[in-house]
């Protein structure tokens, strides 16, 4: 599965970025595509993901805050993040897997965030 991904960059604390992952050829439905981040000894942490039926997850630290949504035809996921803050200051990598279980099968090569005054 290739993961393609684009946005990223840096922002002040309140301000707000958007993600966007292309993933051509993905086709497991049963499968979210969405974003983790690292979390130190723990590896990849699920951030949100979105099924095709339009499913979503979100990490209890991002609701509220981040906003995911799907484009089937093109199968690209956007990740709208507002209200950013210093700890989501991170390296955001596009995923597929099953979220609500932990479970990160590919992801991308990541594009990082960075949340600073």
């Known amino acids: 599965v290739q993961l393609v991904e684009s946005g990223g960059g840096s922002v002040q604390p309140g301000g707000s970025l958007r993600l966007s992952c292309t993933a051509p050829g993905f086709t497991a439905h049963n499968y979210a595509l969405g974003w983790a981040r690292q979390v130190p000894g723990k590896g990849l942490e699920w951030v949100s993901g979105?099924?095709?039926?339009?499913?979503?997850y979100y990490a209890d630290s991002v609701k509220g805050r981040f906003t995911i949504s799907r484009d089937n035809a093109r199968i690209t996921v956007y990740l709208q993040m507002d209200s950013l803050k210093s700890e989501d200051t991170n390296v955001y990598y596009c995923a597929t897997g099953i979220p609500q279980l932990g479970v990160v099968d590919h992801w991308g090569k990541g594009t990082p965030v960075t949340v600073s005054s």
């Open positions: 979105i099924y095709s039926d339009g499913i979503t």
